[in-house]
Each structure stands twice: as C-alpha cells, then as structure tokens.
C-alpha cells in the first residue's frame, strides 16, 4: 500500500491539486493507495468517484498539519501494509514518524530558501531524510543542490497531463465569439503576480499591433496584480486589445487555448519566487499551442527552444517582442504548433508514471 500525505487535491483548483490528483490516480492503477488531504467543500462527489481511499482532515491551517500527522503515523502503526509515503511539500512529511519509503515532491519556490537560515535547515532535515527527492524539472534539481540536498537522492520527473478531451460545440463557438474578429492570437492561463510577467508582454503588445492591428491578448485568472495590470492597460489605451477572464470553466478556458496561437507566459525570478516547470506550457501543446517560456525557471524542461515555442529572457523587453513577433512572422506558429503536439505526448501520465513505478 501506498500512503499519498498532500496539502493540495482537487477539488481544489490549481497546477499542484492537478499534479497529485494525477500522480494519485496514476499509481493507483498499479498499487492499493490511501490519500490523506485537507479538507474542502464538495469533496464528496469526487471523493466517492475514485478508485482509492481519500481521507480528509479540516481544521486551522497549524492544527490540521498536527492532525494530520498524528492520522498518518497512527495509520502506519495499524497497518504493517503499508510500503511508502509519498508526499506534495516538505512540510507534508516534517512530523511524519516513520521508517518507511518516503518519497517527497519539490517543484521550486518552496525550497529556495538561503542557505544556512532556519527554514533552509527546515528544508534539509527533511529532504536529506528521505529515500527520493522528486523535483519537477533540472532547473529545480540545480536549485535543490545548490540549497543543500543530497545530489544523490534527486531524480528529475516532470508533471504528467491527461490527453485532452474533445470539445462541445457550444463551448468552441462561446470560444470563438469572444475572439471573433482578432488575429494573431495571444494567451496566457495563470494567476496575475509578478512572476508570471504579463506586464512585459502588455508592453510589447503595445509595439505589436502597429504590425498586427487585430492583435488580442487574453489574460485568464486572477490575482495581486490585476489592478496594476489592468491600470498599464489603460494607461498604453489598448483596451480593445486585452481581454480579461476570471471564474470561468475549464473547459472554455481550454476551448480558448486551443483558439489561440500562441501562448505566452516568460516568467521572472520575483523575490523568491520561480516557475519550477511551468505545465501550462504542455497543456497549450496538448492543442497544437507553441509557447514563449521565460529563461529564469524549468520552462525549458517544457518548451523545447526554437522548436515546440521560445524560451527568452523574461527581463527584457526586446527579447519578449522579438520572440513573438518570430512565432507570429510567416505564422510560424502553424509548424512550432505541431512540434508542440508531437512533443507534449511525452508528459502524458501513462508514461510519466512508469519512472514514479521504478522507484516505489
């Protein structure tokens, strides 16, 4: 049996509740699993979907890690079945007692703290007490080491996808009509902070459509930064050029990826914060998407460069227009589009999976 401990799980929404839900389900497939997750609302309906068990714990944020714990660790004294923990953040594991398997997951931001500092050394006593360290993409194995972590216990596994379903008409066609009329088409799918960068790609745009009169960029999510972004949007006047979408479905927020032509997101080191792989870049590919990655994170684990999309300096402003510009030219977008498809079969679970089974 294996014991997956996770603070992110759907139906939760966002790029690590994806992740584990997949690796969850994936395993699964092989071995008896147990989840045990935080609690959310409307867990029920797909809690009861599922072929595994998944246990919920609520509470504050400090008493549900203490709960939680103790649930795990009296779980492995009751049952002598169980082979391995696999979990999403260091913290998951940091009160587990227990000398079985431990497997833990780092994506970046979680563990870039200096060295020597007390979270640092919070860090280390974990990930240097565990059987395998999975970072996400060599960017953040590089980051592990250079933090601290035994070289020898990284393995470089990227996050998995599910092959993309086929649309309903009607979505395509509400796709579509938000579109309607704008030609060559930008997007980007991510919360709106400063690491994601779409102030840069705003201020590019402004250039861009003296080529590209027709040009849109739509902007899907919410965050810190929409005031300020949207602010920059008035004050370059391109209004009729961005468009701004929260709280919609996933399947339209896909049915507008697979309707645009390139997806654009040339993330930064902000603070502490870096794009440790960057998934919305093989979702897009999943639709025949290329993508602009930023040089600063693990996007080139994703974006395979001058090929499947561009990875460019994310601070600079040139590098941002001249790297669209090259995909939109000639639209080469078409070919780079269908590179990306070919490439993002790679990530699709069934065969990320099978390196997470070589190990546990």
Not at 13 to 24: I, K
Not at 92 to 120: A, M, P, Q, W
Not at 330 to 352: L, P, Q, R
């Amino acid at each position: 049996m294996h014991l997956v401990v996770t603070r992110s799980f759907p139906p939760e929404l966002g790029g690590m509740q994806n992740l584990m839900w997949g690796l969850t389900n994936s395993i699964s497939k092989y071995n008896l699993t147990k989840v045990f997750a935080d609690y959310q609302e409307n867990h029920k309906e797909i809690d009861n979907s599922v072929s595994f068990s998944v246990e919920r714990i609520g509470g504050t944020k400090l008493l549900r890690k203490y709960r939680k714990a103790y649930l795990v660790n009296e779980f492995i004294k009751k049952n002598n079945k169980v082979e391995c923990i696999i979990a999403d953040h260091w913290k998951s594991l940091e009160l587990i007692k227990s000398n079985k398997k431990k497997i833990c997951l780092i994506h970046s931001k979680e563990i870039n703290h200096d060295k020597g500092t007390r979270s640092n050394k919070r860090v280390l006593n974990v990930l240097n007490n565990v059987d395998y360290v999975i970072a996400n993409s060599e960017f953040t194995k590089n980051l592990a080491i250079q933090n601290g972590v035994i070289s020898s216990k990284i393995k470089v596994i990227n996050p998995g996808v599910y092959p993309v379903n086929t649309f309903d008409k009607k979505i395509l066609n509400e796709a579509e009509n938000l579109l309607k009329g704008k030609n060559p088409r930008l997007i980007t799918v991510s919360r709106l902070d400063k690491r994601k960068n779409h102030e840069k790609v705003i201020m590019a745009l402004r250039n861009l459509k003296e080529i590209y009169p027709n040009i849109v960029y739509t902007c899907v999510g919410f965050g810190e930064e929409e005031a300020n972004i949207k602010k920059l949007v008035k004050e370059l006047k391109l209004e009729n050029h961005i468009l701004f979408l929260k709280n919609i479905s996933q399947d339209l927020k896909n049915a507008l990826v697979s309707k645009s032509n390139l997806f654009v997101m040339p993330s930064i080191i902000h603070k502490k914060s870096v794009e440790g792989f960057g998934i919305a870049y093989v979702e897009a590919a999943q639709y025949g998407i290329p993508s602009i990655g930023g040089i600063d994170g693990g996007a080139s684990d994703a974006i395979k460069d001058k090929e499947t999309g561009i990875i460019c300096d994310g601070n600079s402003l040139d590098e941002i227009y001249s790297s669209i510009d090259l995909v939109l030219k000639n639209n080469s977008y078409v070919e780079m589009g269908k590179k990306a498809k070919d490439y993002s079969t790679k990530f699709d679970w069934n065969n990320i999976v099978k390196d997470y089974l070589k190990i546990l």
